[in-house]
């Protein structure tokens, strides 16, 4: 056996804790608001909310919004449907956006702000902030 192989052979058998499932925990309950991007799929809607995601990820660090999720609906009463969800770390739920309330989809710079009023209402958003 060639030395190359006897190390192969060595880690393939060796004990790694960091990577037996046994010992992997769950994360615990997020501190911080949560976001839902709730969409129809039957209009292939999800790479605009994948792209909205994206850009909300670098925008609000994880110490502020924690979680971004994608929802998917695909059903004859969430036709058309795309809606941003803000629900705080105490539960509560804030419509952020609904297309067809609001007449279509966010401009981004609208969404950030609009989030930011709700969770960090004294934050700057630099390019993306209001003019006074």
């Not at 979680?67 to 539960?91: E, K």
């Not at 609009?114 to 390019?127: A, K, N, T």
Request: proline share 8%; with cysteine; aromatic share 10%.
């Amino acid at each position: 056996m060639s030395e190359t192989e006897a190390t192969v052979a060595s880690t393939a058998t060796s004990y790694d804790p960091l990577l037996d499932p046994s010992t992997f925990v769950f994360p615990q309950p997020l501190s911080t608001p949560t976001l839902v991007i709730e969409f129809c799929d039957r209009c292939h809607w999800m790479h605009r909310a994948n792209w909205l995601q994206l850009e909300l990820f670098q925008t609000f660090p994880p110490q502020v919004l924690g979680c971004i999720s994608l929802y998917p609906r695909n059903s004859d009463d969430t036709a058309g449907r795309f809606r941003v969800w803000l629900v705080g770390s105490d539960d509560t739920r804030h419509l952020v956006w609904d297309r067809k309330v609001e007449g279509g989809f966010p401009e981004l710079k609208n969404l950030k702000q609009r989030i930011r009023d709700i969770i960090q209402p004294g934050r700057s958003l630099g390019h993306s902030d209001k003019k006074t």
